[in-house]
Nanobody, 124 residues
Framework: VQLLESGGGSVQVGGSLRLSCVVS?????????SGWFRQRPGVEREAVAT???????SIREDVKGRFTISMDNTKKTLFLQMNNLKPEDAAMYFC??????????????????WGQGTQVAVSS
């Protein structure tokens, strides 16, 4: 299984980006969990948003109302729509996926498949 990310870049404060992650062998019957994580300088990798094996989503508090996670089953693609970006959102963003996950609220330790990362920069 390969995860191929795209969509990072540099935007101004208040701007938007949509991150994409193609999960090469994704199929809903395998009860995947998926998610987006980010790594900021000097900070441990943190969960941004996840989708559990039953489809329920979880979003970190400081991005609620601005970020949306979704999975397009037909395109086998995980998305993170990021609106109203703030300087503190600047980070390397990683997608993650795990078949046969069986977690409602997966955390980083539940994932063995990771994308290569895509950089998001936010300038004021």
């Amino acid at each position: 299984v390969q995860l191929l990310e795209s969509g990072g870049g540099s935007v101004q404060v208040g701007g938007s980006l949509r991150l994409s992650c193609v999960v090469s062998e994704y199929t809903p019957v395998r009860r995947y969990c998926s998610g987006w994580f980010r790594q900021r300088p000097g900070v441990e990798r943190e969960a941004v948003a996840t989708i559990g094996s039953d489809g329920r989503t979880s979003i970190r508090e400081d991005v609620k109302g601005r970020f949306t996670i979704s999975m397009d089953n037909t395109k086998k693609t995980l998305f993170l729509q990021m609106n109203n970006l703030k300087p503190e959102d600047a980070a390397m963003y990683f997608c993650a996926a795990q078949p046969a996950c069986n977690r409602f609220y997966p955390t980083s330790i539940d994932f063995t498949l990771w994308g290569q990362g895509t950089q998001v920069a936010v300038s004021s």
